[in-house]
């Protein structure tokens, strides 16, 4: 059992570049995350789904996207990346909001 | 929007001492859950415990949400205890989770 893989592990990508960071989980969860952590803030939602073809806003959604097409997919994607988006990036996921979040290993994303 | 308090920030302890991590939230919950990131980064979740007291080996946790604050109590600490504990809150009538800033614990041998 995996649980919840996120790709790629680490990433340094020019400002401006388009970024995709995918996560996948398979414990047919119907809630999943997105968290950015940054030194000194903890982890603050980006966006979250409670299910599939669901998606909402968390606190700072603001230069990012996310979808669900289906239940174990999560990806979420950076249209044109700047360096205040340097962080690291946490995938979750739930049975449902109310029950216990499972985090996956996470994503370091550095823009330059 | 709903205040996450974790109380201390640090705390740097030798191996077999007690101790006792506190979380206070501003607004009632439905939801609170404390986690774990050890120093590789890794998070993982302790308890979910909106209200009550659950055990877990040498860990426990207390909410007691009328009066608006969960505890976590580590006993007998062991190295591998190290990391930041992270307490995170769900408000009435939100569906996701607000965390609050983590209390770093570092336990010597």
């Known amino acids: 059992i995996a649980g919840i893989t996120q790709a790629p592990t680490s990433q340094i990508l020019a400002a401006g570049r388009r970024m995709t960071l995918r996560c996948t989980q398979d414990?047919?969860?119907?809630?999943m995350y997105w968290y950015r952590q940054d030194l000194g803030l903890g982890l603050r939602l980006i966006h979250y789904s409670n299910t599939a073809g669901t998606t909402g806003k968390g606190e700072v959604p603001d230069g990012y996207s996310v979808s669900r097409a289906n239940t174990d997919d999560f990806p979420l994607t950076l249209a044109s990346a700047v360096p205040s988006q340097t962080s690291v990036y946490f995938c979750?996921?739930?049975?449902?909001?109310?029950?216990?979040?499972?985090f996956g290993p996470g994503t370091r994303l550095t823009v330059l | 929007g709903i205040q996450v308090e974790q109380s201390p920030p640090d705390l740097i302890l030798q191996e077999g001492a007690n101790s006792t991590l506190r979380c206070n939230f501003s607004?009632?919950?439905?939801?609170l859950q404390w986690f774990h990131q050890n120093p590789w980064g890794q998070l993982i979740n302790l308890f979910y415990?909106?209200?009550g007291t659950k055990q877990n080996g040498r860990l426990s946790a207390t909410t007691v949400a009328t009066e608006r604050y969960s505890l976590l109590y580590i006993s007998s600490s062991q190295t591998t205890d190290s990391g930041v504990y992270f307490c995170?809150?769900?408000?009435?009538?939100?569906?996701?989770?607000?965390f609050g800033q983590g209390t770093r614990l570092t336990i010597n041998p």
């Open positions: 979750a996921s739930s049975m449902d909001y109310r029950n216990t979040q499972y």
């Open positions: 414990m047919r969860h119907n809630a």
């Open positions: 607004d009632s919950v439905n939801n």
């Open positions: 995170a809150v769900g408000p009435q009538g939100a569906q996701k989770l607000v």
């Open positions: 415990i909106p209200s």
